[in-house]
């Protein structure tokens, strides 16, 4: 397998070839802060966008009748600068938040491993493990033109399983959908080649250490809602 030869070829191969890309990744590290800074710039183009096209004034009466029920405290935050810059913070936190994890947990995970490799390594890893999320922003930029921005705010994003459910607030899975990624089983997948390119761990081990931590925290969440 040969590594990508430059940072460009190196996010072309994270969709063609991971395996070259983590090979190039784990020569050059400072190339994993390529597809973070993608990454973070690109809820910046989606919601700027998603807020010139969709019709505020209906978003706002539609969210209202909701906010009044969950979060009536929340109603005199319904402009569009304040829900704008909430939904870009929200994103950049929540996928920094996942890398630092991901990049924690395989760290730790590895540890039993012949080739270690520092946490600002695994950082870079996390990142490309994540970046299949921009083709999430690009079908929810395309959804949102396509019906003249007549989508609620909490589905607009398809990067989550809500931008399919499209659960209200008022549902009590609603958070839990917004945060579960659609494309989980492909973060699996880019874990594991990460894993399997990496180390020397056998492929069900790469496997088990890929999706566990995924699987544990959607699980342990999904109990607690059905629960309490």
Known sequence: MTPSSNPLSMLV??????????????QRGMWGWQPYIVLILSPFLFWGAYFDIVN????????????ETVAPQ?????DTNTLMAKEIINDVINRT?????????FNLATKPSQHQHGFWRWFAASAVITFPAIIGD?????????KHGYVMIYAADLNSLNG?????????WAQFASSFPIL??????????????WTEFERGQALVISALPWLVYYLIWALYIAIF
């Open 97 to 105: 938040l996942t890398i630092l994890m991901l990049a924690f947990w």
């Open 13 to 26: 191969d994270i969709f063609r070839s991971p395996s070259s890309c983590f090979l190039a990744l784990h």
């Open 56 to 67: 505020f004034e209906w978003l706002k009466t539609e969210l209202s009748a909701q906010l």
């Open 74 to 78: 929340q109603l005199e935050l319904l």
């Open 164 to 172: 399919f459910l499209k659960l209200p607030l008022t549902s009590e």
């Open 138 to 146: 690009i079908a929810s930029y395309v959804s949102v033109l396509l």
């Open 184 to 197: 989980l089983p492909w973060y699996i997948a880019m874990g594991y080649a990460a894993v399997g390119t």
